[in-house]
């Protein structure tokens, strides 16, 4: 590795934060838009932070790629030797700074932008739009971690909140719409500029420069990543909220004219995200208005900036013509977390990056709740989870090992990770599992008194928690003459030992041993944890790790109430009862339990933990069917579906023949045909919804799960073991998975309603395993649900099946795919649909395919969407990612490097897919190894892309 590499790119540590050494109470922006460049004008008055800064004390800025034309303080021009621009190696100004300056004065830097050459999509760009100018696309920005540097000179930090005015001026007729954060104070025409010809006249008057202004004001004090600004040629959908005060707020969302239809949805989700947020939460939104723009070419999902949300609009546009019932539920999930955002990240937000889960993770966690609340609870509880132990298991255990609370990092765009967001709600549910619904509540009330308007920690946020709790006892015995029957278990409300979740890496590994005694009929649960040293810590501390739990007894009954011996570390939230681990090792004793009882653990899941039971085949089998925590029902089929799986495996490796275990083909069976004995009753919402939870209890671990569970990972056994099993059982329920597409067929395609949508969902499961049976008959099945689909869910689920391994010949699917291309071309967010399915195939020719695929026009590397669609998707399909030959490793690193120089934090987040590569066998660690190494030693290489691959390296 290049020493020079390492010294380039600096390490920032949260033990050396100190607060800013000076504060700007307020900043005035003027944004002069043009094609060519852009001149942007700060006004900035500056004051001392005189608890850490004296006279001595130099005022130091970030900036980066700017151009600065002027700078003045306190009305004095400025010459460039009167200021410092550092330059860092990829020769971008680095920072700003004046060795001296009074305690409070007003500085002025004028700097010069060209939006249409932004790649990168952080700051100001320009998103969409023809030509070297991008003539027609839409200006727009992306502050959020440390994008505003490219817009002026600033402290790009979140613990300097400021008052922000914004006034933009443009061309009126290509972008009539000029958006900024607040209220809008003023608009207006500019005075026209006429420009004369060598005779003295007007040249073209006709074509005379229109321009106009809006000027807007934020009365909230924010921090710079939160700031707005988007000017372009777009529709607007507009609509109102009453709050719980009586207030009308005024909701605005805008879009490319083209789409102004596919916006309903989203409105009616922000109108349920508001109203949520106050029966919830007590929540009122704080301004007179709301607004949303939609733009193509966006890094991330969305922006909550205050008042003016930015986001990808594969987020917000939608109809049942081009969007899934996947993409509707996202839809609603993300407007809603940008919504909450308002509260949870922008009236109280960072004291620095490293804090980023306090906003990130809360947020996730509310609005995961605001799913939940709205729609199968359930269903979406698996969902979340299975996201997590995809993706954030395996991110504990690799290179990029870090706490919620990181410690250091080079790059911060490099931390927005599945920990900080994923695990980090499951870290605020556990304090809600703890402390129950009611006080969570009466903690959140208080978080929001205490610190509204404030730059804050985690620790803040948890001892909130602990202070509501007290309160909450103190209150109690004051008006109270009997004791609350919670009040010996609130009391005993500690929280120290849990913050370790915040500061320590790792997932715990719980072990799971019972024994029953007969004589005294007394069932012992013994519970212990680990977590694998990293590089974190090389000793980890007992985590504090809440386990829901019940005893289901052998009649399928829940067990009205427990008695524990010998054992007070336990309580009740909410009518369920909790046990808390918190040592190495710890012994549960349960009295009066009647034999062959099983116990349901960590219902809901709990805690974000790997568990590792002795339950048999049999008692998982029970559990699937009867378990009362429709949680655990599908944790029980998940973890048989493992263990079949691992026994294929180890066929498969022994070559041996291959064959199915009689329990698991059994309990399969049974939740197939218990989900085709419903009958179909609209006024009976909750039956339709078991359909949801059935497909999920259906759906098979895919590969990249399994594949967690082996060191070293055995790529094709894998495959070849879920393949086997999937056929298997395909074919011992054919006949009700065709009962099961019949009458789930019944709802109307255009229906979005909860139990149509768990209709499709369960319909297209079935056909999943209809298809993979690959015979003439399940193909012409196949085909004819995807030539007679109508809507976006039917179409996308069967022209996957087609172009699966086991799907049609090539000659239909050719053409199944070209009458896609031909249909929806002209429509972005289904053409990354086209593509994503082409590239998740297992086909053995899917690498020639997408070789192939980014040569099409319709391909662009400077849309990430686009990118996503195919890079991100290879680099998630196993089969293909890891061929033999290593041709897929060295076409992803040659396109990871081609894309580091368009957009180096999407190029970051496509180079992860390396990340475990450690865990494979030898010849592909060798050949995995080999790209990293060419990708770290490219000249130039961003910070982005080297720490991921520096840190793979280690």
Known sequence: MDNNQINKHKTKYLKDYSPPSYWIDKIDLQFDLDEQETIVTSTMKIRRNREIADENTPL???????????????????????????????????????????????????????PHKNTALEGLYKSGGDGEYKTGGTFCTQCEAEGFRRITCFPDRPDVMTHFSCTITADKEKYPILLSNGNLIEKGDMPQIRTLNNSGNIANPKKANKRHF?????????????????????????DHFITCSGRKITLHIYVEHENKDKCSHAMQSLKRAMKWDEERFGREYDLD?????????????????????????????????IATDTDFINIERVIAHEYFHNWTGNRITLKNWFQLSLKE???????????????????????????????????????????????????????????????????????????????????????????????????DFVQTMEDAAKMDISSEIINTTNKSPNSNNLSKIDLSQFRLWYSQSGTPIITVKRSYDEASKSLSIDLSQEIKPDRNQSIKLPMHIPVKFALISHDG?????????????????????????????????????????????????????????????????????????????????QQLYFMEIDNIIAMVQKSRTLSVSSHLVEAFKKAVSDSVSYTYKPNESSQLLDRALTAKIITLPDETEIGQKYDPIDVDAIHQARSFLAKYLAKECEDGFKEIISICSKSLPSDISNSAMADRSLKNM?????????????????????????????????????????????????????????????????????????????????????????????????NPNRVRSVLSVLGTNPVIFHKIDGEGYRFFAQKVIELDKINSQIAARMVSAFNLWKKYDLNRQNMMKIELEKIISVPNLSRDVYEIVSRALE
């Open 766 to 862: 079935a056909l999943y395993y209809i298809g993979v049976l690959n015979t003439e008959e399940s193909n012409k099945t196949i085909l004819s649900h995807y030539n007679n689909a109508q809507n976006m869910t039917d179409e996308i689920a069967s022209l996957t099946i087609i172009c699966s391994e086991v799907g049609v010949e090539d000659a239909k699917m050719e053409q199944a795919l070209n009458k896609f291309r031909e249909k929806w071309q002209k429509h972005p967010l289904v053409m990354d649909k086209w593509f994503s399915v082409q590239a998740g195939s297992t086909r053995p020719e899917t690498l020639n395919r997408i070789k192939e695929l980014v040569k099409y026009p319709e391909f662009s590397w400077k």
């Open 289 to 321: 208005l709301y607004q949303i723009v939609a733009v193509n070419d966006f890094n991330m999902g969305a922006m909550e900036n205050k008042g003016l949300n930015v986001f990808n609009s594969k987020f917000v546009l939608a109809d049942t013509q």
């Open 60 to 114: 130091i800025f970030d900036c980066k790629y700017l151009d600065i034309i002027s700078v003045v303080a306190n009305d004095i021009v400025l010459c460039s030797r009167d200021y410092e621009l550092g330059k860092n190696f990829s020769s971008g100004n680095d920072f700003f700074r004046l060795p001296r300056v009074p305690e409070e004065f007003t500085l002025e830097i004028k700097n010069r932008l060209k």
């Open 557 to 637: 009954k829940e067990l009205n109430r427990c008695y524990i011996q010998d054992n007070l570390n336990n309580n009740q939230n909410n009518g369920q009862q909790i046990l808390h681990l918190k040592k190495e090792q710890e012994t549960f004793v349960f009295k009066d339990i009647p034999p062959n009882t099983l116990p349901s653990l960590f219902r809901g899941f709990s805690a974000p933990v790997k568990i590792q039971t002795d339950f048999k085949p049999q008692e998982l089998a029970f559990l699937m069917a009867n378990d009362t925590d429709e949680f655990n029902r599908w944790d029980a089929a």
């Open 361 to 459: 993770g809360l947020t996730v966690f509310r609005d995961q709740e605001f799913s939940s609340d709205l729609n199968s609870r359930a269903v979406q509880r698996i969902s979340d989870v299975k996201k997590l132990r995809t993706l954030q298991f395996p991110e504990d255990s690799g290179p990029m090992a870090h706490p919620v609370r990181p410690e250091s990092y080079i790059e911060m765009n490099n931390f927005y990770t599945m920990t900080v967001y994923e695990k980090g709600s499951e870290v605020i549910r556990m304090i809600y599992t703890i402390l129950g619904r009611e006080l969570f509540r009466k903690g959140m009330d208080l978080y929001f008194e205490r610190f509204d308007g404030q730059a804050v920690t985690t620790e």
């Open 214 to 238: 809006a000027k807007w004001d934020d009365p909230f004090k924010k921090p710079c990543y939160l700031f707005a600004l988007v000017a372009g040629d777009l529709a607007l959908i507009e």
